[in-house]
Structure formats: C-alpha cells, structure tokens
C-alpha cells in the first residue's frame, strides 16, 4: 500500500481565485481528493485548473436544474495532482470545498 496523507478542507471558494486552507494561506502542490459544490441557480460549472492560467486538471459541470442543491464528487486513487496548488474558475456556482492531501 502507499503512503497515506491527512485529508483537509480548503476554506469555502465563492469566486474565481485560488484555492486557499483553513488559515487562509494559497494551497500549493497537493492532490485533490474530492469536492463539495454549492449549485447556482441555473446550470454551471467550476473549472480547476494548476494555477493560474495552468492546464485544467477537472471540470465539474452542475445539473441544468434550477436550485439543484449540493454535489459531492469523489475522486478515487491518489486523487488528482496539482503542481502548483489548485485554481477554480466558478461560471454561475454558488461555492465549492476541495478535499485535498
């Protein structure tokens, strides 16, 4: 078996901009292990990509149904590696959450 990490929170995200802890400091390299998003009230979508500018690493796309409530997404394995830390681009989503290690 691999080496296991600690799971984290980041701070709650509500506009594009990086993706920050608890304290709040920029996240640098981690993996990402999950999410929680907060739907708008239309369709929409949060783009992760490494850093700024960076390649996209995920899409999450939110359901086309007003007020759709909450998605949780897990993301199996090692989960997805950010060389430079996390960066969200929100089109039309209320919030997101990262789990990270």
Known sequence: MGMQTDVLATAVLTTTGAFTNQVPATLGRCRIKG??????????SVVITDGSG???LV???SPTVANAGA???YIPDEGILAQ???YGTMANTASIVLFYG
């Open 35 to 44: 999410a929680y998003i907060v739907c708008g009230t239309n369709a929409g």
């Open 54 to 56: 960076g390649p996209t």
């Open 59 to 61: 899409t999450f796309n």
């Open 71 to 73: 998605i949780n997404v």
């Open 84 to 86: 430079t830390g996390p």
